[in-house]
């Protein structure tokens, strides 16, 4: 076994989805980083591995982080897992990886799952560009201009979301991004009660608060491009008119986005105050 750091995926539900080579590495590794033992401590009883634990989450100390990399560089091997799907992916694993880097040890990524991934595979949005933005934040004030920036991306957005956030979250995006933009909502993947389905906004949102079971468990949503804009206003445009007009008076942002696309300043105007509406 290499001295070094692997990052090992770990099922999203499923206990199947664990890959040969991630059972390998679990069972022949020195130790494991997990960000719960004890919830971890049961996918290992399942493959029976006995391979010793500590815990690595987001309120471990630098010191835990040296005493792990120090451990590889005198020799040791570690895998890091997260509570479920790939580590790093909403996790704090990076700061064990780049620390291991930075101390000239080889980190090893192995394949497996992702909830994020396994959503967009089966969403039927856009995927050929996408952007991961995790959980939005807790409070309405800074969760809502997070989704007033993501607006008018032309990419389709993931978050995560808990089961006591979901319906708020819905009901946040329906007056920034619209009601008729479309959503998928993932539930449960991999598991007994997997639900996957894609709505327009207004209409998920009002399916999810008035059914309780759809409340339950984790949720990946996934929010589509907007649709294209009509005439000479394409996403590109829009998002740059947006950000200046936030700046600059309305018109002067206006000209500036006419002459660096090259259209009628009047239009452009015209344009940001629908915006802005």
């Known amino acids: 076994m290499e001295r070094c750091l692997y990052i090992v995926p770990t099922p999203i539900g499923n206990l199947a989805d664990i890959t040969i080579r991630a059972r390998e590495i679990l069972a022949s590794v020195d130790l494991i980083a997990a ?3 004890r919830h971890s401590r049961k996918l290992l009883t399942h493959l029976d591995i006995d391979t010793p634990m500590c815990a690595y989450h987001e309120h471990v100390d630098n ?5 792990l990399v120090a451990q590889i560089v005198d020799g040791k091997s570690i895998a890091l897992i997260s509570d479920a799907g790939t580590p790093l992916v909403s996790d704090p694993g990076f700061r064990l990886v780049r620390a291991a880097q930075d101390a000239g040890c080889t980190v090893i990524p192995l394949p497996g799952p992702c909830a994020a991934i396994a959503a967009l595979s ?3 949005l856009p995927t050929d560009r996408f952007a991961f933005e995790g959980f939005l934040p807790a409070k309405a004030g800074p969760r809502d201009e997070r989704l007033r920036r993501l607006k008018l991306s032309d990419q389709t957005l993931v978050f995560y979301e808990a089961p006591h956030r979901i319906v708020d979250t819905l009901n946040a995006m329906l007056p920034i991004f619209g009601g008729e933009r479309e959503v998928v909502m993932a539930r449960e993947l991999t598991k007994s009660f997997e639900t996957i389905r894609r709505a327009p906004l207004g209409e998920l949102a009002q399916w999810v608060s008035e059914d309780t079971n759809q409340q339950r468990g984790e949720h990946v949503l996934m929010v589509g491009p907007p649709p294209k804009a009509t005439g000479s206003f394409d996403a590109s445009v829009d998002t740059l008119l947006i950000r200046l007009g936030a700046e600059l008076p309305p018109r002067k942002a206006a000209a500036l986005v006419a002459d660096i696309h090259g259209l009628k300043a009047r239009e452009v105007y015209e ?4 915006l802005k509406d």
């Open 35 to 37: 960000e719960d033992t």
């Open 271 to 274: 344009r940001l105050l629908e």
């Open 122 to 124: 089966a969403s039927g």
């Open 63 to 67: 010191a835990i982080t040296d005493r």
